[in-house]
């Protein structure tokens, strides 16, 4: 399966090689993989862009992620993520994608826990474009990301599909989720200790 990766990098630089790692170590999938970054420091980045500030920050960086992938890239099948964020199976991400495929969804994700009735969480979601193009839609003007998302999926009227393990995104799923095998961590440690438990075993 093609995959296309939109790693958006503001802070937690330290993360990023390893984030980049697990992704580029699938055997089922093939990645292509765009890491933009508005920080302040030398990091590797396939675009470097000025940090417009919050909210716009990650609203900006994923539009810019899928304009310069959607150039040359006719996968339709994309991932969001922050680049504090490990994947650590593949299968997880086929299913997700599988999924989606067999509803016609266009979005992939999770109800965000500040506001459940009206936001989906915008650190790591899927998009399929053959379904409607999420990215396309996206209202560029400064607003909470979260809320973006969900007044998006009304707009294109595109019902997501809700990931079942990290719904909704609260407290205890915020970092990580055993169940996906996904760790997004402010420490680092704490994701390697993650990935000890999960699958270094």
């Not at 993360?15 to 993989?33: E, G, M, R, W, Y």
């Not at 409607?132 to 607003?143: E, H, R, T, Y």
């Amino acid at each position: 399966m093609e995959v296309n990766f939109i790693i958006t990098v503001y802070d937690k630089e330290e993360f990023l090689p390893a984030t980049k790692d697990f992704i580029k170590k699938f055997t089922k999938i093939q990645p292509k993989i765009f890491v933009v970054y508005c920080g302040p420091n030398k990091v590797e980045a396939n675009l470097k862009l000025p940090d417009p500030g919050e909210p716009a920050r990650e609203i900006f960086m994923t539009l810019w992620g899928y304009k310069k992938l959607s150039e040359d890239s006719v996968v339709p099948r994309y991932v969001k993520m922050t680049g504090n964020t490990w994947l650590m199976d593949e299968d997880v991400i086929i299913n997700i994608f599988n999924e989606m495929e067999n509803r016609k969804a266009a979005f992939g994700g999770n109800h965000w826990h500040f506001n459940l009735e009206g936001s989906l969480s915008a650190d790591i979601f899927f998009a399929d474009t053959r379904f409607g193009n999420v990215f396309k839609a996206i209202d560029a003007k400064p607003k909470d990301f979260e809320v973006v998302l969900f007044d998006t999926l009304r707009k294109i009227k595109s019902t997501p599909y809700i990931i079942e393990g990290r719904d909704p995104v609260y407290y205890n799923n915020l970092h990580e989720c055993k169940t996906l095998k996904w760790a997004m961590h402010s420490n680092i440690g704490k994701n390697f200790e993650c990935f000890q438990e999960w699958v270094k075993k």
